[in-house]
């Protein structure tokens, strides 16, 4: 499958850019643009679901990235996306929740009240998997700007950011596991022989449903968008 030349994505199709001359304005909406989806995760990542067999709960973070890539293109979802990482390290709580503050009798988390957590992405065990939102946006929209959000392909765009996310954040979290005699702990009492056995029950296993999940939704939901969006753009006289 060849990439192909660059292709409008679909905030470009829905919102146009202004003449070559507005070129503050064009600037402008861009940021608006990638300060929405950076949004867009923050609120994802709020929706929470907990679950024993690790500390990172499942959430609508992964599939808010997808469609981040896919809708804004290479650049703008790689910017939104590391946005989201800065504000969570320095500013805002915006990353995921750990199970810890979503409460012993909660198991699914809607947004309020806030959960969010913040910190260094390098002190935190699921850190690489937001370093992975970053590259994964990338790869994603850099598919999307080669034809690949509306045609069969772009499943495969999505699961090659949804790896990528994994190929990251695994080793990351591996990292963790073999320096943190709290995690080690908690991870051999959950049955784990070895560091790679607790990595992968820790951050694959239990998410592999999930995320098969957000990515068919994400899957759906951008060239059914993009669907939409030529039906109405569509001349009148078109059959």
């Known amino acids: 499958?060849?990439?192909g030349l660059p292709q409008q994505?679909?905030?470009?199709a829905v919102i146009p850019r202004f003449g070559d001359d507005s070129r503050?304005?064009?600037?402008?909406?861009?940021?608006?643009l990638v300060v929405g989806f950076a949004a867009l995760v923050s609120l994802s990542a709020q929706i929470a679901i907990k679950i024993p067999a690790t500390v990172?709960?499942?959430?609508g973070q992964t599939f808010a990235v997808l469609l981040t890539g896919g809708a804004l293109g290479s650049k703008r979802g790689a910017l939104s996306m590391l946005l989201y990482m800065l504000?969570?390290?320095f500013w805002l709580d915006v990353f995921a929740p750990s199970p810890a503050p979503l409460g012993e009798q909660e198991i699914l988390h809607f947004i309020l009240p806030w959960s969010?957590?913040?910190g260094?992405?390098?002190s935190m065990a699921s850190g690489g998997y937001i370093v992975g939102f970053v590259f994964a946006s990338y790869l994603i929209g850099l598919l999307a700007e080669r034809g690949w959000h509306n045609r069969s392909n772009v499943l495969f765009a999505m699961l090659g950011g949804n790896a990528l996310i994994y190929i990251i954040g695994l080793p990351w979290l591996g990292v963790h596991i073999a320096n943190n005699e709290g995690l080690y702990t908690y991870f051999q009492s959950q049955g784990g022989t070895n560091v790679l056995d607790m990595t992968l029950r820790g951050g694959l296993y239990p998410f592999i449903g999930g995320d098969a999940i957000k990515l068919l939704g994400a899957a759906l939901l951008l060239p059914g968008t993009w669907w939409v969006v030529n039906t109405v753009k569509r001349p009148?006289?078109?059959d």
Do not use: S
Request: aromatic share 4%.
């Open 120 to 122: 260094l992405v390098w």
């Open 87 to 89: 504000v969570g390290m």
């Open 24 to 32: 503050i304005n064009n600037l402008v909406r861009d940021a608006v």
């Open 1 to 3: 499958m060849q990439l």
């Open 116 to 118: 969010g957590k913040g």
């Open 56 to 59: 990172v709960p499942i959430t």
């Open 9 to 12: 994505v679909l905030v470009d």
């Open 236 to 238: 009148k006289h078109e």
